[in-house]
């Protein structure tokens, strides 16, 4: 059986948390897009991670994690990655990596911070991590691909090719350092080194885990507003963020997606740019995003701090439409118990109409929030493991927004540990 954890908004929803718990009872785990850009956050009796490419399956034992063919491969980052955690004491993991995914260059890091310096305040809020240059190589299929690190003329008649292109940009455009072909083909050589133990031919390996019966645990980064096709372009990332990209991304059939956990936050926030119609400011920003998350509202990637905001049921719902969400896991709920009044926007007004559908970019720039207040359950919800231990305004508050996005919330995440969880309805 195969399911996917995938984020209903701008990303930063808690799915790290939610696809450890859910790896317990998984053999494989797949991150299947996106790159370094973007981490987990994760908490276990081996102690806090922040995790940029390794999936969330790493702290078991019994499961493989897998590097699919549609991430932005960093070979460097994930190898880094890989002794941080053994560092800190957990097992050495077992991965395997697709011999189809594709390299991140140390040029494309490069291109990514000279075209947001060159576009300055008009940038994109890029974590300068290579990913839109890495992409637009992919596609422009100028790329390198693992399985080509084994073949030495390739890669030196790709070298010599790619330098033309890269240089004339950097000379004329960026006014920088030329590229030098030997130092690109060395740098491929010690990517080389590093990934053979590790490749294999993931479809393969995953239509007989299929045969096999085992659990297959699809993981996504970002979340559904990030995605370049329905999310809020161009302030987007460069891979779809959506369940339906893991089929191609992880190299398996559509259909073999049966369940699709699609996260939530209790409340709202984002890093980087973007439209975010439900977005607060000043002292009363400042004061959720000291207490969200486990140790505040601060990128795991980036450490700069997230915007934040209330819950917004337009983008949510349409998150989930998008993920094909069969069940929604909320997260940080135990956050917002310090309020008297909570906030849910559940419309937004666009040149005088309010609408509940949630609009392309153009018209969402103009969308104000409309907001239905709710009251605050005023007390820590942390270590409460049954839904009805739960104070009724808290229960009420889920019940809301479970009614405004129209899908079962299913898991609740009232704390930071593995083991804050409350598993309502079908579970």
Request: hydrophobic letters at 35%.
């Amino acid at each position: 059986m195969v399911k996917a954890v995938v984020g209903a908004n701008w990303g930063d929803e808690g799915k790290g948390k939610i696809t450890d718990m859910l790896a317990e009872n998984a053999d494989i785990v797949i991150r299947f897009q996106g790159g370094a850009n973007a981490g987990h956050t994760i908490k276990n009796h081996y102690g806090k991670f922040s995790l940029h490419t390794l999936p969330s399956g790493v702290f078991y034992d019994h499961t493989t994690s897998i590097i699919g063919n549609g991430v932005a491969l960093d070979i460097k980052k994930l190898f880094q990655e890989m002794k941080s955690v053994v560092d800190q004491g957990v097992p050495q993991p077992k991965i395997l990596v697709s011999d189809r995914a594709q390299v991140v260059m140390s040029y494309h890091v490069l291109f990514d911070q000279y075209e947001e310096e060159r576009l300055g305040k008009k940038s994109f809020g890029s974590t300068k991590s290579g990913i839109a240059p890495f992409y637009s190589d992919k596609y422009a299929k100028n790329g390198f691909q693992v399985s080509d690190l084994f073949d030495e003329e390739l890669l030196e008649e790709k070298v010599q090719r790619i330098c033309e292109i890269k240089n004339v940009m950097l000379e004329h455009l960026y006014h920088k350092p030329l590229l030098n072909p030997a130092d690109i083909l060395a740098e491929l050589h010690e990517y080389r080194e590093l990934v053979e133990p590790y490749t294999a031919d993931i479809s393969a390996y995953l239509h007989q885990a299929l045969l096999d019966g085992r659990t297959i645990l699809l993981e996504g980064q970002l979340g559904t507003l990030r995605d370049p096709d329905h999310g809020i372009y161009p302030m987007v990332t460069s891979s779809s963020t959506l369940a339906a990209y893991g089929a191609i991304g992880a190299g398996l059939p559509p259909y073999e997606i049966k369940q699709i956990i699609t996260v939530c936050k209790a409340y709202s926030s984002a890093v980087g740019a973007g439209e975010f119609v439900s977005e607060i400011f000043g002292d009363e920003a400042e004061e959720l995003r000291k207490r969200g998350g486990d140790g505040g509202e601060y990128g795991a990637t980036t450490g700069r701090p997230r915007r934040v905001g209330w819950f917004d049921c337009v983008a949510s719902r349409y998150g989930c439409m998008l993920q094909g969400a069969t069940e929604v896991a909320f997260t940080v709920l135990d956050v917002l118990g310090y309020l008297d009044e909570i906030p849910v926007c559940v419309g937004y007004e666009i040149d005088g109409d309010v609408t509940t559908k949630f609009p392309t970019t153009a018209r969402l720039k103009k969308a104000k929030p409309v907001y239905k207040v709710l009251p605050g359950w005023k007390c820590d919800i942390t270590g409460i493991r049954t839904y009805e231990e739960l104070p009724e305004n808290c229960r009420s508050y889920i019940e809301f927004v479970e009614k405004q996005i129209g899908y079962p919330i299913t898991m609740i995440s009232n704390g930071p540990g593995r083991a804050d969880i409350i598993y309502r309805g079908q579970h």
